[in-house]
């Protein structure tokens, strides 16, 4: 099967320059050009998207009013770093919280795992 393109997440937030400077700031991305409040964010080969989740239509799964107490249930947002130990470094130097520290995990890759400010799972974690 020939390769038609590739992947990128759409995140609907709450407050989307909260989110923006969360990724910005703490993960590495960086925002390309935006459209009415949709920005688009790059690391590498990895996308995602911000839009804003009071923005969607009425009907829509994702509407803020729909919201569960955790954004993403059952989704884990796994993003691949060349040195997890560097990227776990700096973040604990900038004070930045952690759900799960680094550690070796038994499949063999080092990880650690943390929110965005919208509550999305977010593992850290080294090539394999």
């Known amino acids: 099967m020939p390769d038609s393109g590739g992947l990128r997440l759409e995140l609907f937030v709450r407050d989307v320059p909260r989110s923006v400077a969360f990724y910005r700031d ?3 991305f960086v925002a390309e050009p935006q459209s009415a409040g949709y920005v688009p964010m790059s690391r590498g080969a990895a996308r995602i998207a911000l839009g804003a989740a009071a923005d969607l239509p009425t009907q ?15 989704v884990e ?3 691949e770093v060349d040195d997890v130990a560097d990227e776990y470094a700096r973040l604990v130097a900038r004070g930045h919280a952690v759900l799960s520290p680094l550690r070796q ?10 929110a965005d400010p919208d509550g999305y799972y977010i593992r850290v974690t080294s090539r394999g």
């Open 26 to 28: 703490v993960l590495g």
């Open 60 to 74: 829509h799964y994702f509407r803020p009013d729909v919201f569960s107490t955790r954004p993403g249930a059952g």
């Open 77 to 79: 947002i796994v993003l």
């Open 105 to 114: 995990q038994p499949w063999g890759l080092t990880d650690f795992r943390l």
